[in-house]
């Protein structure tokens, strides 16, 4: 596959996806980690998973990087007198300083694993809008084919007002990364996803759908539904259940053809700024610590 023009890193290239799963807290993202870790290996493949959960007690599937073995999340609490969500973001950013060696890893492992898994905190703000979560993906993004899947609970998304809000926050993080994505209809084992399928496809039957909506946020809705036409068009959004594994085989489809659509579109672009920071880093002569701390990109 053609990898631009940039200069050459170990890994670059790779048609190895990067798989990385976003999601509100209970919407089943470390669920359907689970169920995508053991379908992959069901096939007699390797999957290579990473955890960036600082606060999670326990994760329900096999883990080759865990934050929690470099970052102790109650000490970081302790130290820095934090509540929960500025202790997640703070071991999120003592784990980014280190990050480097994390690549090391995967760059080593990608040629020998069907895909690189990994899952991020539950509190999604802290990881989509945090300085670390922008190094960890644009770092990610910057040597493999790095897929961003927003999981969304298709249960609690049937009222319209509902379903508005998750298209929303999937549209921000889409233009947020600038990686190719996907949108996960979870939980279709509870409720059929074709209504969110008619939905994006079909302006009047959102309309329709908002005619029950009294409050002003149903006029909102309205408005928005036509803004977000373009974003439903080149929307990429499957039906999965991460508990029976329905929908599985249509996921990692996605997941293939959003790598294709990776090595088109995202990766000269991704080589020319690359290559721009070299430039500026020579001319700069910054340090290892510099550079961890800096923008990838």
């Given amino acids: 596959m053609a990898t631009g023009g940039g200069s050459e890193t170990p890994g670059a290239g790779s048609s190895t996806p990067c798989i990385l799963v976003l999601g509100m807290a209970g ?109 960890i993906t644009e770092a990610l993004g910057s040597i493999l084919p790095t897929v961003v899947v927003y999981v969304m609970d298709t249960e609690r998304s049937t009222n319209p007002v509902t379903f508005m809000s998750n298209m929303l926050y999937a549209c921000s993080i889409l233009y947020k990364t600038k990686l190719p994505f996907i949108v996960a209809l979870n939980k279709t084992d509870i409720v059929d996803h074709r209504f969110a399928l008619d939905w994006m496809n079909d302006f009047e039957a959102y309309q329709l759908a908002l005619e029950s909506e009294t409050s002003y946020v149903s006029g909102l809705a309205r408005s928005m539904s036509l803004v977000l036409d373009e974003f439903y068009q080149n929307l990429r959004a499957v039906g999965v259940s991460a508990a029976t594994g329905l929908g599985v085989s249509d996921f990692f489809a996605a997941v293939q053809d959003a790598v294709k659509e990776y090595h088109t579109d995202y990766k000269p672009e991704i080589d020319r700024l690359r290559k721009e920071h070299d430039a500026k880093k020579e001319e700069s002569g910054g340090s290892h610590e510099t550079e961890l701390l800096c923008r990838v990109y």
């Fill in 27 to 135: 919407s089943g993202k470390t669920t359907l980690v689970q169920r995508l870790t053991a379908d992959v290996s069901a096939r007699g493949k390797q999957p290579y998973v990473i955890n960036l959960d600082p606060a999670v007690l326990e994760v329900p599937y096999p883990v080759n990087i865990d934050i929690r073995d470099t970052v102790a999340y109650k000490d970081v609490m302790k130290q820095y007198k934090l509540g929960p969500n500025g202790g997640i973001m703070t071991s999120l950013n003592l784990f980014a300083t280190r990050f480097g060696d994390v690549l090391e890893f995967v760059k080593k492992r990608a040629p020998e694993s069907e895909c690189i898994i990994i899952d991020t905190p539950g509190q999604i703000e802290v990881f989509t809008w945090s300085a670390s979560g922008a190094i």
